[in-house]
């Protein structure tokens, strides 16, 4: 998922194919060595080892899609070392924020995980916010797309649905009977309904009645993200089936009206939609998680009380967040790292060889 989904994910522009993939498999490789390292930080200084298992690499891996996201808000603004270090500067902080919810709310570690997707979608909006390029509100000459580029666009969509049951469920604790099989339905019912309703949606925003490609691979996924972070509070499959049309419907909504307006109100420039795709689904199942738990429980002071800790697993995680985007944004924006300049934005050949079109001597 994390190579070959997100890699086809962000294809979908016509000169930023080979950038888009390429770039994605670079990010996810130093991401996740990184990740092993700083989630071995204490198993090395106890006993001098770094341990390394299934479990770990799969965190790991975790980790590096947070990075991946925020990757989408500036891709094909950015140079490959200027990814790299938003790599490894936003997964020091996902662990980082990782270690401040269990140590001071003692959050499980799956659900401080999970708030993956909320996370590095504002991450990369501060990232873009700061990094933004004057001139940007007209768009860029070479951001667009066409039949092709979509077509492998939605091709890393359609692997994401397949597999995204796998990963909301592969960290789910095997002790307890039926709780994997759980999320892997909860999570392929959310799908199958945001699926459906991202397709209404596209169709009744379009006032020729007909389908956005870019619109439907962007939001299709939008359940999967909301059951993620509530997974833990959903137990009927209406629940899941609630979340994943709520969801389809903020996330297509969002990608047709709220991208643009983040662009002239805010100055940010998100390229691959990730507030819509993540930031607000993401948002959505933290909401749920709480509904859902406020009304399983029984005792008033126990509801409260936890109301009052998941909000603040909400704040710290924003917070990290924003602070580690401004930081890592500041630190992009120094010229030494020579990012391409306007016209040569979106275009592989800034970085890429093409024998074909190389001039003869």
């Known amino acids: 998922m994390v190579v070959l989904g997100f890699g086809f994910l962000c294809t979908f522009l016509v000169r930023h194919g080979f950038s888009s993939s390429g770039f994605n498999l670079l990010v996810a490789a130093v991401a996740t060595q990184w990740a092993l390292v700083l989630i071995g930080l204490e198993s090395w200084y106890d006993r001098g080892k770094i341990p390394l298992d299934l479990r770990s690499v799969l965190v790991a891996e975790m980790c590096a899609a947070s990075a991946l996201i925020s990757m989408g808000a500036v891709m094909g603004k950015a140079n490959p070392v200027q990814l790299v270090l938003l790599a490894l500067l936003e997964v020091s902080g996902f662990v980082l924020n990782e270690r401040l919810l269990q140590g001071l709310l003692k959050v499980r570690p799956l659900k401080g995980i ?48 397949m597999f995204w049951p796998t990963f909301n469920s592969v960290l789910v604790d095997d002790r307890f009977p039926g709780r994997k099989l759980g999320a892997v339905y909860s999570t392929y019912l959310a799908l199958a309904v945001s699926a459906v309703t991202a397709a209404s949606v596209s169709v009744l925003s379009c006032p020729r009645g007909k389908l956005n490609l870019i619109q439907m691979q962007s939001c299709i996924l939008a359940g999967g993200v909301a059951v993620g972070v509530s997974m833990s509070a959903v137990h009927q499959p209406w629940e899941a089936m609630a979340i994943g049309f709520a969801a389809a419907v903020l996330s297509a909504t969002g990608f047709k009206y709220l991208k643009s307006h983040m662009l002239l109100a805010f100055h940010c420039h998100d390229t691959a939609a990730i507030l819509s795709t993540h930031g607000l689904p993401g948002l959505l199942g933290w909401f749920a998680h709480l509904i859902l738990q406020i009304k399983d429980c029984g005792d008033h002071t126990v509801a409260i009380r936890f109301a009052v800790f998941h909000i603040c697993t909400l704040l710290v995680t924003i917070t990290v967040s924003l602070t580690m985007g401004t930081l890592t944004g500041f630190l992009l924006r120094l010229n030494v790292w020579r990012p391409p300049q306007n016209r040569k934005c979106f275009d592989d050949q800034a970085f890429w060889e093409f024998p074909h079109l190389a001039v003869r001597k």
């Open 114 to 161: 999970m708030l993956l997707h909320i996370f590095g979608a504002f991450f990369g909006l501060t990232l873009t916010w700061i990094l933004y390029r004057k001139g940007s509100e007209g768009g860029f000459e070479k951001e667009k797309f066409d039949k092709k580029s979509g077509l492998f666009s939605m091709l890393g969509s359609v692997f994401l649905w």
